[in-house]
C-alpha cells in the first residue's frame, strides 16, 4: 500500500539520496530549503514523502505562501525556479498530488502550484512566460571561452584585458549589498540578506558566493549553487559601472571557470523571462531557451496568479519602486518578496 506523510526530522539524509539518484530531482528539491524557507520567511511548509513498504517512492516539496497582496498559494517550490514531484512510479505520483490537493482544499487556498516541467497532467498549464537556459562545459578554458559568441566574447576579453579579478566571499554581506541597487533598478522588491545568509550556511558545501573586484571595489556578485555535476548561477547582480567594464560578463565567465576546475559539466543559466533584456543576455551567450512549462490547480475565480513584473498592473509600482531610496527598499522589499514566493 502507498503511504503519504510529513518529512520528519532525521529523514532528510534519506530524501536528499533519493533526490540526487532520480532524474527528475533538481537542487531545489533538496531539503535543505525547508528550514531555509521557515525561518527566513515564516512560511509553512509540508515536505511529503511517498512510501511503499517503508521505502520512499517519490517526494514534494510544499510551501504555503500566504499575503494580503498576492493572496494565499501552496507552491511547489516557492522561491525556486523548479518543484513539482519527484518519483520513479506513476502510484507515487498519483498518491502525492492527491495528498496536495486534499492539504490545499484545507488549507483553502486560492491555488496549487507545480514549477515542474511535465505536460502530461490534467491541470492547467502555463507556457510563453519563463525560459531556461543550460548547455555543457569543459574541462578547458580556451574550448569553454571559443563557445561564446564571438560578439560577446570580445566584450568578455576586454573584461580581462582591463585586470578584473574575481574572488570567493565567505558571507553574502557583499553580494547582498550589490544585489540591491542591482534589483531597485529594475523596479524589483530585494530579499532580506539574512535569506542569503541563511542559504549559505544551509548549503554550505553546495553553494559560493563570486565576487568581481575591480580598482579594489566590490562591482558585481553571484551566490551559486552545486548540484550533481551542474553549477547554477542563482542571486547576482552588477553594480551600474559594472555594466560599463563588462563586470558582468567576466562575473559569469568567472563562475563558468572556477565550476569546471571543480568538476562541474553543464552551466545552468537560470530562468528569464521571455522578452527582457536578461532573456537575450543569455542567447547572447550561446545559450538556447528551453521554454518552462508550470503547472496549476485554482480552486477560487481569481484563478492562475499573474504575479510578472511585466504585468501592466504593477507598472506604477516598478516606477515608484525604482525611485525610492535604497535604505527603503532594503527595509520594506523583504516583507513584500516573501508574499511572492
Not at 495528498?99 to 511535465?118: M, N, P, Q, W
Request: proline letters at 5%; one cysteine or more.
Amino acid at each position: 500500500m502507498m503511504t503519504v506523510s510529513l518529512l520528519e526530522s532525521g529523514e532528510e539524509t534519506a530524501w536528499d539520496e533519493y533526490v540526487l539518484e532520480n532524474p527528475s530531482g533538481t537542487f531545489f528539491h533538496l531539503s535543505g530549503w525547508k528550514p531555509v524557507i521557515e525561518k527566513a520567511f515564516g512560511h509553512r511548509t509540508y515536505y511529503l514523502v511517498a512510501r511503499e513498504r517503508g521505502a520512499i517512492q517519490g517526494v514534494l516539496p510544499l510551501t504555503h505562501v500566504k499575503s494580503a497582496l498576492f493572496g494565499s498559494s501552496l507552491i511547489s517550490n516557492a522561491f525556486c525556479v523548479r518543484g513539482g514531484v519527484v518519483s520513479h512510479t506513476a502510484d507515487a505520483e498519483t498518491a502525492l498530488r492527491q495528498h496536495a490537493t486534499a492539504l490545499a482544499k484545507s488549507l483553502k487556498v486560492g491555488c496549487i502550484e507545480f514549477r515542474s516541467t511535465t505536460t502530461e497532467t490534467t491541470w492547467t498549464v502555463k507556457s510563453g512566460v519563463h525560459a531556461n537556459f543550460r548547455r555543457p562545459i569543459e574541462g578547458d578554458d580556451d574550448r569553454n571561452l571559443k563557445a561564446i559568441p564571438r560578439k560577446q566574447r570580445a566584450v568578455l576579453r576586454k573584461a580581462i584585458a582591463a585586470g578584473l579579478r574575481s574572488e570567493i566571499d565567505s558571507d553574502a554581506t557583499r553580494l547582498h549589498d550589490i544585489y540591491a541597487r542591482s534589483v531597485r533598478r529594475l523596479g524589483t522588491p530585494v530579499f532580506s540578506r539574512r535569506y542569503f545568509q541563511l542559504l549559505k550556511g544551509q548549503f554550505e558545501n553546495q553553494a559560493d558566493v563570486v565576487t568581481v573586484i575591480a580598482s579594489g571595489k566590490p562591482i558585481a556578485a553571484v551566490m551559486n549553487f552545486y548540484f550533481r555535476d551542474e553549477v547554477l548561477p542563482y542571486y547576482g547582480g552588477g553594480l551600474e559601472e559594472a555594466r560599463h567594464i563588462g563586470g558582468n560578463d567576466f562575473l559569469y565567465w568567472e563562475v563558468m571557470r572556477r565550476a569546471a576546475e571543480r568538476g562541474c559539466r553543464v552551466f545552468d543559466f537560470g530562468r528569464s523571462k521571455i522578452g527582457t533584456g536578461s532573456h537575450d543576455y543569455k542567447r547572447n551567450w550561446g545559450f538556447e531557451p528551453e521554454p518552462l512549462v508550470y503547472e496549476y490547480l485554482p480552486f477560487d475565480k481569481e484563478g492562475i496568479p499573474d504575479l510578472n513584473p511585466l504585468n501592466p498592473k504593477y507598472r506604477l509600482a516598478i516606477e515608484l519602486w525604482r525611485r525610492l531610496p535604497l535604505p527603503i527598499t532594503k527595509l520594506v522589499g523583504p516583507a513584500i518578496v516573501r508574499g511572492i514566493g
